[in-house]
């Protein structure tokens, strides 16, 4: 069994509230933190633990603290984004659904490193239940002292408020999460400025993800460098996977970062192999807008070594043969999946969620998901993949935001990885234009397929 | 100050000087293309991208180059800063990039866009854009809708840069109009059953970069290239009352704001001024307004010629025939 830092005592029956969390060791870091350490030595032990950011891009958490602008006379904010719209991810439901008191915490001990007196959890508005949830758990932690007026008896304050968004994946990019959380329509800001200088009401502020928050109690109470001993290299610490798609046992894992993929996939620990006996043809490692990676190279890296779930391993190779940990939604596909349809999916999902903002995304999304369209419904032609692949890289790196590349990624690897399928799709628009067109008849290329 | 070289040209710019302004004050075929980017509406720019440029060194300090292409209009310079905006290949590439993105949505109904001939679109599509269309998809369209009783709004041409809305939300009161929906479903708007009627909503019009917001008194009335432009002003109480007459004979087809060569306002004008004064005799005529000669409005520009200009350039012409250095690309806008 993996170390578990987030989900250990996940199933014991009332976490929930506060006084079973309170038996199992919760809240034990607020009192560490806020009584015998101070801000800055909480800020050094969180760059110490090499924790990074568990919301998609994985930036260093300790070194994003770092960046606030503690000199700054105005009032200083944590939001934590648990906006979570990424296709194929669905942790941050899990943990704050069964363990409210572990996001409170964390925010506690962060709020107090970063000098913020107020902090919010900007939630997707379809979690709506677990709003009820976190106010519930906020209630009792004001209740018990550990919110509100000095802490603990201690000089420090702090203020939770949990704030429902109204459905919009580009509300999860943390500057047009802020615009939606002043009350604004939820377009990202250019930056510079970042937040740490001049995020919500233009004041210093730290956008961090469920996850992220989550883990620092546990940096706390072990101190980082146990932390550290856990995980490989840079990539320290547990990170929750939500596995879904064609694996025995789709489902929410806290594993050790270093596990080798192949032992995620195929061992009754964690996913349990591929449904149906069938065989692996792709899988999507952090959620929609990595790119997608065929069998063999999701088991291996660039140099032929085995693939582990680090940020390191995944992304070896780069874009050409690597992809990302992301949000960590891994998203597997068996050997019936068609890549061209679920591309469409993805596809359709970015052009719905563009702000419109800036041209190349707002005309370069709907383009390609047209295309698409037609290819996956057996009207395409052969110019059409190339063309694919063209606007992709018109659109990468030429957005305001980053929700441009993560529209464009999964169309530009799963063009260099599976062509042959999109050419297959021009050349016999018969058969593709039955839509379970591989369930019947699976299509495969040289080295796409492994067997479990 | 900061020390910035752009396209290989030095120039010194006041701390927190954006790129774009201080390739502007070089000037010339160097200074990148601004779509939505507009000097005195605050926040604007950044959205249309088409003022890309590359920055090969980020500052004296840090000389690392910037990963990405940036902005030029929301990129301050630092000092030491190197940038590439037309010498380089790769921002001419983006930049027919955005070009292409822009004319999907955007149709080219030019020979009947009152725009015509005053639409930075057209000037932009014809320096960057391709001669063919790779898209053969259904394209966005929409209904034409009185935004007011003064003006048209022709959604489908708009380009979404959001100057008109930040004119709305910057320079009138009770702001009744913006961006519905997301990404090419957005629409420019007003609230249900709401009409934009204060007394600067005019000023949308002129900042509009395209053919999309229409002046109702002046539509169909001629092509822009067939009137008179002239400097004119009258005492206005609400505004400057600096204005450009559109002319024909002695009749006043259209009143606007004064321009600069950026094609920004200057001075904002009242609705009472472009809508309500459209006698000669309203107006003190201040002389003939001035219209760079490379744009297709100077085509019957009656300003008269300089000759001592002419001599130069006829001396110039002869000097090449004689095989000296070529001389610098004409405009394309002197073809338009
Ligand atoms: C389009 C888009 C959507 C995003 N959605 C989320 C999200 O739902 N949750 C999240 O934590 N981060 C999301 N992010 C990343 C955030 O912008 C930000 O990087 C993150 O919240 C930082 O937290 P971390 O440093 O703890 O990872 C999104 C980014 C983009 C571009
Ligand atoms: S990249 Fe897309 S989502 Fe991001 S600002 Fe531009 S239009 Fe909006
Ligand atoms: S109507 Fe004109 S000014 Fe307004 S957003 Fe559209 S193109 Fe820009
Ligand atoms: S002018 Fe700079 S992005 Fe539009």
Redesign the pocket.
Known sequence: MGKKFLLEHVNVPGIETLPVYQSKGGYASVEKALKTMTPDQLIEEVKFSDLRGRGGAGFPTGLKWSFMDRKSDKPRYLVVNADESEPGTFKDRYLMEKLPHLLIEGMIVSCFALGAKSGYIYIRGEYMYIVRILEKAIDEAYQAGLLGKNILGTDFSLDLYVHPGAGAY?CG?ETALLESLEGKRG??RLKPPFPAIAGLYACPTVVNNVESIAAVPTIINITADKYNDVGIGKSSGTKLISASGHINKPGIYEIELGLPVEEFIYSDEYCGGIWKGRKLKAVVAGGSSVPILPANLILKTAKGEPRLMTYESLADGGFVSGTMLGSGGFIVMDETACIVRNLWTFARFYHHE?????SP??EGTGWMEKVLHRIEHGHGHMEDIDLLVSVAKKIEGN???P??DAAAWPVASAIRHFREEFEYHVKYPEKVKDPKHFEKEPFVSEGMLVNG | MAKVTIDGIEVEVPDGTTILNAARKIGGELVPPAMCYYTNLKDSGGKCRVCLVKVAQGSTKDPRPMPKLVASCRTPVMDGMVVQSKSSPEVLEARKAVVEFLLINHPLDCPICDQAGECDLQNLAYEHGAAATRYEEDRRTFEKIDIGDKIKLHMTRCILCYRCTFVADQLTNNRVHGVMSRGDKSEISTYIKESIDNDFSGNMIDVCPVGALTDKTFRFKSRVWFTNPLDAHRDCPKCSGKVILWTKGDDVLRVSARKDKYGEVTEYICNECRFEHKKMSDWTVDGPRHIEHNSVISQNHYERTDLLKLKKEIERQIEFERGAELPPEPSPKLTN
């Not at chain 1, 563009?354 to 800036?358: A, D, V």
């Open positions: 580009i990019e377009n990202p563009s702000c419109g903002q800036c995304c707002r957005t305001i935001c929700l441009g």
